[in-house]
Every structure is written in structure tokens, then in C-alpha cells.
């Protein structure tokens, strides 16, 4: 019966990673959505100030600005461009600051719930990975 499982358990897992990253393909098109059509991710990035002001280190900003597709962007600096960028706006929106999906109430929706929901769940799967695979020597691919 543990063997069975420890199996259940590993699919359940691995399809919550799974999720984690088609979830990453939304942020990345709601992102996208951003760029105006015809205008080249490089081109329409602010300043180098502007991304430290986004929390992006030294190396985060030389890889958005080796490439231009933000196919390249893992989802720390998607989130974080979304956050300090894109919506600019909202800044100060208390959601941002939340790292529970439990203190997010489900009947709150909105662009900014979904995108901090997603982060954190995006987080809370890396810790468990990386738990996991430091306990058989493994990389978490998170």
C-alpha cells in the first residue's frame, strides 16, 4: 500500500509541476500583451534605472537585454516585470506583497490575484523540489 502511495503521490506532484509551468505560458503572454504588435521587446523596455527599480539584478537585466522574446524569461522576472512595468499603476496594490494563496479570498479576481497567485504557487512547488532533490542529489529545474 506505500508503494502505491508513493506513487500517487509523485504523479500528483508532477502534475502540479506540470501546471506551475504551463501557468508560466500565461504570464508570459499576458507580458507579451504588453508589447505593442510591431514594436521589438528591445525597443520597448525602459531604462536600465527603470529594471533596477524593478528589483532585477545586474544578470537579470543583461539577459532581457541579450534577447528579445520573452520565451527566454524565467517566471521571477516575468512576475516582476509584470509588477514594476506593466502595472505600474498598481504598484502599491497590496496583493503584490502577498505570498499565501490562502490569504487571497477565491472570490477575488483580477489580473494582479491571478499573477501573485501563480507566483506563489510557483514558489511554494520550487521549495518542495528543491527539498526533494536535494535529498537524491538532483537540480530543480524551477
Known sequence: ?????????????????????????ILRA???????????LQAWLPSDKDLKKAKLTEKQIGYIKQHNKSEMFDISV???????????????????????????????TGEIADIVRIRNLRNEVCMICKHLMSDIHCRCTC
Do not use: Q
Open 1 to 25: 500500500m506505500a508503494a502505491s502511495s508513493e506513487g500517487k503521490n509523485e504523479r500528483n506532484f508532477l502534475e502540479l509541476h506540470r501546471l506551475v509551468l504551463d501557468s508560466t505560458r
Open 30 to 40: 499576458k507580458f507579451d500583451s504588453f508589447v505593442p504588435s510591431g514594436t521589438t
Open 78 to 108: 516575468l512576475t516582476s516585470l509584470l509588477r514594476n512595468i506593466c502595472y505600474k499603476a498598481d504598484l502599491k496594490h497590496p496583493l503584490w506583497d502577498e505570498n499565501d494563496n490562502n490569504k487571497i479570498a477565491s472570490s477575488l
